[in-house]
């Protein structure tokens, strides 16, 4: 297992480029799964989740 | 990071590490976490489980960086200088003189800076290569 971290403030494409990330890997047979602390403006839509076989843990607080 | 959210994380990473074991974990902390926490963090994790830590991408938002390095320059400049790789998105929204002095204004600050646009895939192969090499 490899931990890729993804910071950037609000709005600056954390989540667009991870869900990307994991399309990339994917076609290669990578698995992924993701930590989130932070609802953002874009969000893990339930059938991308099934699609790409990727599992997606919250992190509540600070 | 808090304490308490610092043990979460590790917490979160190692019940992933025993139970999932993916190729990739991606980590996207809140926005106010600056890189060094999320090494301390991640760190923590490595007494208990083995795994390979990194890279640590920081994104800079190209269309919002005046007004961010104007009111928020420590938080940026923390993301930024703990990074193994700083990318700035949206990069198609930038004209090239924007752009520009977006670089001159952060390169001292770090190593190397991608230009990436999810939406056109500009720069995104790059980012999934320097992934692969670390």
């Known amino acids: 297992m490899r931990i890729v971290t993804v910071s950037g403030i609000r709005g600056s494409g954390k989540t667009t480029l991870v869900r990307e990330l994991i399309v990339r890997f994917r076609e290669k047979g990578r698995r992924a799964a993701v930590i989130v602390n932070e609802e953002g403006e874009e969000t893990y839509a339930p059938d991308f989740l099934g699609t790409h076989g990727v599992e997606v843990f919250p992190l509540r607080g600070g | 990071m808090g ?26 902390p809140s926005e106010l976490v600056i890189s060094e926490e999320m090494r301390q963090a991640t760190r923590m994790a490595l007494r208990d489980v083995n795994f390979s ?3 640590f991408i920081t994104l800079v938002d190209g269309p919002g960086f005046q007004d961010l390095w104007k009111e928020r320059q420590p938080l940026l400049l923390g993301q930024i200088a703990g990074a193994d790789v700083v990318a700035l998105s949206k990069s198609d929204l930038l004209s090239p003189g924007r752009m520009e002095a977006i670089m001159d204004t ?29």
């Open chain 2, 53 to 55: 830590n990194g890279p």
């Open chain 2, 106 to 134: 952060i390169q001292g600050y770090c190593h190397g800076i991608y230009r990436l646009s999810v939406h056109t895939g500009s720069g995104v192969e790059d980012l999934v290569k320097a992934i692969e090499r670390s």
């Open chain 2, 3 to 28: 304490c308490s959210l610092a043990t979460s994380l590790v917490t979160e990473v190692k019940k992933i590490r025993r139970t999932l074991n993916p190729d990739f974990l991606f980590i996207e």
